[in-house]
């Protein structure tokens, strides 16, 4: 069956990193677009990041720009989101989804990771 494992969370001081990773099987992984999406406290949940299937374009939220890389091995069938310059706004659940095609309507998100906790605070 489909599966979307996130790992990489934690607790991390502001001004740190972390690394998350998404390991997908049970589907074509290079055929779908993938997306990281948070879910910050007492908020709706924020598209983040979108990477193509062949992983040459991503697009990004205004907030991470500049901070936040994601990056696709297709080999590995893993996402990877690399998070720098992290701030406690930062601090949600980061989930990572899959979709066929393209978009910000994370209704239209095929598949579904249970998601990582990231923490920032010192």
């Known amino acids: 069956q489909v599966q979307l494992v996130e790992s990489g969370g934690g607790l991390v001081q502001p001004g740190g990193s972390l690394r998350l990773s998404c390991a997908a099987s049970g589907f074509t992984f290079s055929n779908y677009w993938m997306y990281w999406v948070r879910h910050r406290p007492g908020k709706a949940l924020e598209w983040v990041s979108a990477t193509n299937a062949g992983g040459g374009t991503t697009y990004y939220t205004d907030s991470v720009k500049g901070r936040f890389t994601a990056s696709r091995a297709n080999v590995k069938n893993t996402l990877y989101l690399q998070m720098n310059s992290l701030s406690p706004e930062d601090t949600a659940l980061y989930y990572c989804?899959?979709?066929?095609?393209?978009?910000?309507?994370?209704?239209?998100?095929?598949?579904w990771g249970q998601g990582t906790q990231v923490t920032v605070s010192s």
């Open positions: 989804a899959g979709g066929r095609w393209y978009g910000l309507d994370l209704t239209d998100y095929e598949y």
